[in-house]
């Protein structure tokens, strides 16, 4: 059962469009939601993230906005440039039967921002 | 620093051989853990340890041992690879049990069963 569903799939923006990924969660005792970058060959690397009593947060061009009653929340990339090209995973975080927290990530987008 | 090493950086088994998957973090992390990576299906966990000394199951155990074997190492085992097993293997540490600090990842171990 996916706990935490991404979209799109995959992503082609033009060089200075706007990105937009999208999640959603059914679990409410979801406390956590962080957005990771993730460069071919490398490992994830974290981006930004928001905790469920902020509706936005703003990190340079990047921005997570999040809708509590909805269970959604979404990552804006303004001025996307091709540097910007990765994968991109969006995780929430719960504690777990033996109390510690431990990450549920979306499946990941794929983003290629054109020149 | 080096942060997240893991070792080996691509591996080749076939069906039934055993190997370990080798990850050291230089950080002083209290946590670690173990994820692996298919292709439409984003990163799973597959065993996590909170603190040295303890580890726990995550979403996809099956097939797979940990063992902690201090508080910068962390190992995965196969015992018996599976070309289902075929995958990308990342180990990440953090420095407390709480998530609302960065997951530090190493750059993966690619292991193709065959």
């Known amino acids: 059962q996916q706990q935490v569903k991404q979209s799109p799939q995959s992503l082609i923006v033009q060089k200075g469009g706007i990105s937009i990924i999208n999640c959603a969660y059914e679990n409410t005792a979801f406390d956590y939601f962080p957005w990771y970058q993730q460069f071919p060959g490398k490992g994830p690397a974290l981006l930004i993230a928001i905790r469920p009593d902020v509706s936005e947060k703003k990190e340079g061009r990047f921005t997570i906005s999040f809708n509590k009653s909805a269970k959604q929340f979404s990552l804006h990339i303004m001025d996307s440039q091709p540097g910007d090209s990765a994968t991109y995973f969006c995780?929430?975080?719960?504690?777990?039967?033996?109390?510690?927290?431990?990450?549920?990530f979306g499946k990941g987008t794929m983003l290629l921002v054109s020149p | 620093n080096a942060g997240v090493t893991q070792t080996p950086k691509f591996q080749v088994l076939k069906t039934g051989q055993s190997m370990t998957l080798q990850c050291a973090q230089d950080m002083n992390h209290n946590s670690m853990y173990w994820y692996r990576q298919d292709p439409g299906m984003g990163l799973r966990l597959i065993y996590y340890?909170?603190?040295?000394?303890?580890?726990d199951k995550g979403e996809v155990p099956n097939g797979y041992n940990v063992s902690r074997l201090n508080k910068r190492e962390f190992s995965l085992r196969l015992e018996s690879a599976a070309p289902s097993q075929t995958s990308v293997y990342f180990c990440?540490?953090?420095?407390?049990?709480?998530?609302?600090?960065?997951?530090?990842f190493g750059n993966g171990t690619r292991l193709t069963v065959t």
């Open positions: 990440a540490s953090i420095s407390g049990t709480e998530l609302n600090s960065p997951l530090h």
């Open positions: 995780a929430a975080s719960s504690v777990r039967d033996s109390g510690y927290s431990t990450l549920t």
């Open positions: 340890s909170a603190s040295e000394g303890t580890t």
